[in-house]
């Protein structure tokens, strides 16, 4: 999607701090980190959110959880939390289907 800010982020067309990247997916450091290790995982292709998932683009979600472990078992992490906001009322605030992961600090539940 042209005017998509993570779309720009995946084509290399705006800088970001990469953590990993392959045909399906990229990974970044987050902008504005809420834990002391906080990187996003994204599609490269568009998705809105999770409400988007669909069997026909599924794929991408199933890779993007075998990088979250592969990421964080290459940084030695065994702790962590993966959030996916789905809305805006759910605090989405950049709508590209994105997997925050968070580490290295106590998490409270329920999340606020
Ligand atoms: P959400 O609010 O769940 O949609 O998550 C969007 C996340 O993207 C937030 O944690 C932001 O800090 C992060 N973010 C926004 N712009 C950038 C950027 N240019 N590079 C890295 N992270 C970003
Ligand atoms: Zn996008």
């Not at 701090?17 to 292709?45: R, S």
């Not at 075998?66 to 990421?71: D, G, N």
Request: net charge negative.
């Amino acid at each position: 999607m042209s005017d998509c800010l993570f779309c720009k982020i995946a084509a290399g067309e705006i800088p970001s701090n990469k953590v990993y990247e392959d045909e399906l997916v990229y990974a970044f450091h987050d902008i504005d980190p809420q834990a002391p290790t906080h990187f996003l995982v994204i599609p490269k292709a568009h998705i809105a959110s999770c409400g988007e998932v669909t069997a026909d683009n599924s794929a991408v979600v199933a890779r993007a959880f075998e990088v979250i472990a592969r990421v964080t078992r290459e940084l030695g992490i065994t702790d962590f939390r993966v959030v996916s906001n789905c809305g805006p009322q759910a605090g989405q605030t950049v709508p590209h289907l994105h997997f925050h992961v968070l580490a290295g600090r106590d998490m409270t539940w329920p999340p606020g």
